[in-house]
């Protein structure tokens, strides 16, 4: 089968944080014997070792002059994923002209048999308006805020139905975002999935390697319990939540059996605030390590004992990947209930699950956790389990093969 993904967050660069996921799932596609191609906006950072792969295989689109003025996507078109930036409105018009014509283009071309939409925008109102003129079937997915920001503008609103109306299937990596598609941009509830973006189990597992040297780096004893956070630092990670609960666990250290440490891995709009967050709280032992390339993760992964992912509902997200990179590294999780976390996190068997905005609950669940080494080891292995036999990569490509075949036919 001919697969069209249309995404506008795909790693330009060996190393690069943007869109890991979406660059999984067509590897995945590929390797389960699909024809995949990629249809996304051009980026100068782009390496000539990204661009040169024929399955999957990259078209990009321009839609600015010069090239530096190419600044939407990849994690750069909204402020803190809640608002877009101001520059976004006065490039949009010639990003969506450019998009929906390389997408018609690259559609014919390549004889393309089904269209699949990342975000409701702009890509699955581009893949609405090229499915339509070709008779494509069309499937989008939501994997972030996208919904909730087009729920804001009447234009967005009505271009998110337009993608909707016109998918045979919409899937959401956490009920929020599909709260907000069906409630508030007028979505089909029939038509609805919940799926995953996942992991792929042979690139993450648990491995020493490197472990206590990158504890020694950043000061962490060899003893000591780590907690690691990982994601943008932007409003639904929740971070703050953390950093509030970091403040309570601080007062019962001496309890412990072993001193707390806590890693922020991730860079954003709010990373300055929430840095003087914790200075102003007191809370100590918390490392700012900022965006670290994607093939060095693994190390940070197992050098942790627990991930923590404190998102919040609003603005709507859907289950951030870094949960399932550290279940793939054999790590126990505490999320809260919200953003797909309970998807992957089943209560007392992996992790905990939390309610969200609720700093005490977290601060009890870390605790607990703290307290007891060998019941988050435990955790842990039940995760790195999961990964291997329902939320790895080859699982839930498996599930959208036989979907898409389902539709074309």
């Known amino acids: ?102 997408a018609l283009r690259v559609a014919r071309k390549q004889a393309l048999d089904l269209l699949h939409a990342h975000w409701v925008l702009p890509n699955g109102y581009l893949g609405a308006l090229v499915s339509k003129r070709l ?57 609805f999935e919940l799926v995953i973006y996942a992991v792929d189990p042979d690139r993450l597992r648990p491995d020493p390697t490197g472990v206590l040297q990158l504890r020694q780096k950043l000061g962490i004893p060899e003893n000591a319990f780590v907690f690691l956070a990982v994601g943008r630092m932007v409003y639904k990670k929740g971070f703050d939540i953390l950093i509030h609960a970091l403040a309570q666990i601080q007062q019962r250290t001496a309890d ?63 289950l951030g990947v870094t949960v399932l990179d550290a279940m793939a590294c054999g790590k126990a999780i505490i999320g809260s209930d919200t953003a797909g976390n309970p998807l992957v996190v089943e209560h007392g068997l992996n992790g905990y699950i939390v309610p969200e905005g609720d700093a005490s609950a977290l601060a009890r669940a870390m605790l607990d956790l703290a307290e007891q080494p060998a019941r988050a080891a435990a955790m842990g292995e039940a995760s790195r389990r999961l990964i291997e036999t329902r939320f790895g990569w080859p699982h839930v490509v498996r599930h959208y093969r036989r979907r898409y075949r389902e539709i074309v036919s």
């Open 135 to 191: 008779n494509i079937p069309l499937v989008v997915s939501i994997p972030g805020s996208d919904a909730l920001v087009a729920a804001q503008n009447p234009i967005f609103r009505a271009m998110a139905r337009t993608a909707f109306q016109r998918a045979a299937l919409i899937t959401a990596n956490s009920r929020a975002l599909q709260r907000v598609a069906v409630d508030e941009l007028g979505a089909d509830p029939d038509k």
């Open 256 to 318: 412990l059996p072993r001193p707390v440490h806590t890693i922020m891995v991730g860079e954003g709009d709010l990373w300055h605030a929430w840095q003087e967050l914790a200075r102003r709280l007191g809370v100590e032992n918390i490392h700012w390590v900022g965006n670290i390339p994607t093939h060095e993760m693994s190390v940070y992964y197992n050098a942790a004992d627990v991930l923590v992912m404190p998102n919040v509902t609003r603005p709507a997200t859907g």
């Open 1 to 102: 089968m001919r697969i069209g993904i249309l995404t506008h967050n795909y790693p330009r660069f060996p190393g690069d944080f943007s869109g890991v996921f979406m660059q999984q799932l067509c590897e995945e596609l590929a390797r389960q014997g699909e024809s995949v191609h990629v249809i996304a906006p051009f980026d100068p950072a782009y390496t000539a070792d990204i661009l040169s792969g024929s399955n999957p295989r990259l078209h990009l689109y321009r839609y600015a002059w010069p090239p530096r003025a190419h600044t939407l996507g990849y994690m750069r078109t909204m402020r803190a994923d809640v608002r877009m930036r101001l520059s976004t409105y006065f490039l949009s018009p010639a990003f969506f002209l450019s998009g929906y014509l390389a």
